[in-house]
C-alpha cells in the first residue's frame, strides 16, 4: 500500500497529538531517532499525548494493513522504521513518585534524568542504565542493565505494573495478576507485543556511591585489561563494574588528553564506604597510571559520571555476545583485532560488563529477560555510517570471533543490535521462546508490531 492510496482525515480527527506524512514540516523531526544511522520512513507519524492517541493510531493502522513502529528517544533504533505508522511517544510526559512506597509512574516519553531528578531528593534511585538520557521504557522492556545490576538486578526485575496498547487497539493494564502471560513477555520481549504507554516500577534506596571512571593510556591496554579479567570477578555484589576500549573522536569538549586518542575506560560503581570501595579499586589503580582519575564519592544524580556515555546523537552499529568467563587468550585475542596497534578501525568501542549477582537471579515476579547465565557480557559499537557496514560487520565479527571460546549461548536483548527473528530468538532458552512467540501469536496474530527487534517475519 503507498500513502497515495490512504487518508489520513480520519486518523487525524481521532488523535489530539500532530499527524505528519512525508512533505510535512514537522515530519523530519518527529522520525528523527537518536541512532542517527538509521533513517526512518514511515508513511505516517503520529506524536502522541495520550494512550487514547497511541489506540486510535494503532486501530487506524491495522485497518489500514500497516505495520505499527514505536520510538522515544530513538536510542534503541537498529534498523529503519520503513512503510509503517510510527507513533512518537515523546510527548507523553506524566511523572509521579509515591515515596513511601518507593514506587515511580512514567510516561512513555520520559527519560531516566527526569526520573533521577524526581527522585534523588528522597534518597531513592531507578534502575536506569549508562545513560539518563535513553527512555525508561524502551531501556526496561529489554531488560535494563545498568551501574547498580550487581546489587539490584536488571530494570525490568522491579516493574510493577505496565499500561499496554495491545494490536486490537485496546488498552490493557498488566501486571503479576492481571494477564500474567503478556506481563512476563513484555518484561524482556522489547516492543513486539504493543506499545506502552505507561509503567510502573520500584526504585532503591541509594542517596550516593563511590563512583566513576578511570582512563588508562593505550601504551598500557594489555596489562589493564588482564589486570580486569582476574579482578573483577573477585568483587561482592554491591559492585558492579565494565571496562571498555575507546576510539575517540577529535572532539573539542572532550578533555586533551582523551581528544583523538585510543584510551581503556574502567568504570566502577561500589554501593559503600568510599573507604571500602578505594580498598576494592586499589588493585587497579596499581596496574597503570591514569590519564584521568575520575573515581571519587558521587550523589546519585551525577551517575552519569561512570560510563560518561554520549549526550549528542551518532550513528551507531551494534552488536553483542554473552561470555562464560574471560581468558587469558580471549584477551589476548581481543586485543590482537581491536587494540591499539590497528589504525583507522571503524569500531568505536569494545565493552566487557561484569556480570552475576542480582543479575544472575530470578525476578520476584519472572519475567522473560535473558542473559542470567553469563559472568560477562561483551558489546561492541561500530560507526554507523552506510559506506563502513561492511567493515563495521567484517570487524565485530572478527571480535566476536575473539571471544568464542568463552561465549555462551544467549544474549541481551539490548546488546542485539540489528538481530531479528531467529537471531533475536537466539537470546532465550527454547522454554522461553516457545513461551514468548505463544504469547506473541496470541496477542499480535497478524504481527502488527513487527518492525524494529522481531520476533516474527
Known amino acids: 500500500m503507498t500513502l497515495s492510496d490512504i487518508s489520513i482525515d480520519d486518523l487525524t480527527a481521532a488523535v489530539a497529538g500532530p499527524v505528519f506524512v512525508p512533505g510535512d514540516e514537522g515530519y523530519p523531526a518527529e522520525i528523527f531517532a537518536w541512532n542517527a544511522a538509521h533513517q ?30 514505536v ?55 531507578p534502575l536506569n542504565g549508562s545513560s539518563s538520557n535513553v527512555g525508561v521504557v524502551g531501556y526496561t522492556l529489554g531488560g535494563g542493565m545498568g551501574p547498580l545490576g550487581r546489587a539490584y538486578g536488571f530494570a525490568a526485575d522491579h516493574v510493577r505494573s505496565i499500561e499496554i496498547v495491545t494490536a486490537d487497539g485496546a488498552l490493557r493494564t498488566i501486571d503479576a495478576d492481571r494477564e500474567s502471560d503478556l506481563f512476563w513477555a513484555v518484561r524482556g520481549g522489547k516492543g513486539n507485543f504493543g506499545i506502552v504507554t505507561a509503567m510502573e516500577f520500584g526504585l532503591v534506596e541509594v542517596a550516593s556511591l563511590y563512583a566513576g571512571g578511570i582512563y588508562f593510556a593505550s601504551t598500557h591496554a594489555t596489562e589493564v585489561l588482564h589486570a580486569y579479567r582476574e579482578w573483577a570477578p573477585t568483587l561482592p555484589e554491591r559492585t558492579s563494574t565494565s571496562i571498555a576500549a575507546l576510539r575517540l573522536p577529535p572532539l573539542p569538549q572532550l578533555p586533551e588528553p582523551l581528544r583523538g586518542a585510543f584510551v581503556v575506560h574502567l568504570r566502577f560503581a561500589h554501593l559503600g564506604p568510599a573507604e571500602e570501595g578505594a580498598e576494592l579499586l586499589a588493585p587497579m589503580r596499581a596496574v597503570a597510571p591514569a590519564v584521568i582519575d575520575g573515581v571519587g564519592e558521587l550523589p546519585y544524580r551525577a551517575i552519569d559520571a561512570v560510563h560518561e556515555d554520549p549526550v549528542d546523537p551518532m550513528p551507531s552499529r551494534e552488536r553483542g555476545a554473552l561470555l562464560g568467563g574471560l581468558s587469558a587468550e580471549s584477551v589476548d585475542r581481543l586485543l590482537e583485532v581491536a587494540g591499539p596497534q590497528i589504525a583507522d578501525l571503524p569500531v568505536v568501542m569494545v565493552e566487557l560488563r561484569l556480570m552475576g549477582g542480582a543479575l544472575s537471579r530470578p525476578a520476584a515476579v519472572p519475567n522473560a529477560v535473558s542473559g542470567r547465565n553469563a559472568a560477562f557480557s561483551l558489546f561492541v559499537i561500530g560507526l554507523g ?16 570471533a575473539a571471544v568464542a571460546a568463552d561465549t555462551v549461548p544467549g544474549g541481551l536483548v539490548n546488546f542485539s543490535g540489528s538481530a531479528v527473528h531467529e537471531a533475536l530468538l537466539a537470546n532465550w532458552s527454547q522454554p522461553d521462546r516457545d513461551r514468548l512467540l505463544r504469547v506473541k501469536r496470541s496477542y499480535d496474530p497478524t504481527n502488527l508490531f513487527s518492525t524494529n527487534q522481531a520476533l516474527l517475519p
Open 40 to 69: 526512518h520512513k514511515p508513511h505516517v507519524a503520529v506524536g502522541a499525548t495520550s494512550a487514547a492517541d497511541v489506540a486510535a493510531a494503532v486501530r487506524w493502522a491495522g485497518q489500514h494493513g500497516l505495520a505499527v513502529a
Open 71 to 125: 520510538q522515544a528517544t530513538g536510542h534503541g533504533a537498529v534498523r529503519p522504521a520503513e512503510s509503517c505508522v510510527l507513533v512518537s511517544t515523546t510527548r507523553m510526559q506524566h511523572l509521579s513518585v509515591d515515596p513511601a512506597a518507593r514506587t515511580a509512574r512514567v510516561g512513555a516519553g520520559v527519560c531516566w534524568a527526569q526520573v533521577i531528578e524526581a527522585v534523588t531528593p528522597h534518597g531513592l534511585a
Open 385 to 400: 555510517v552506510p559506506d563502513l557496514a561492511p567493515a563495521v560487520d567484517a570487524v565485530s565479527a572478527d571480535i566476536l
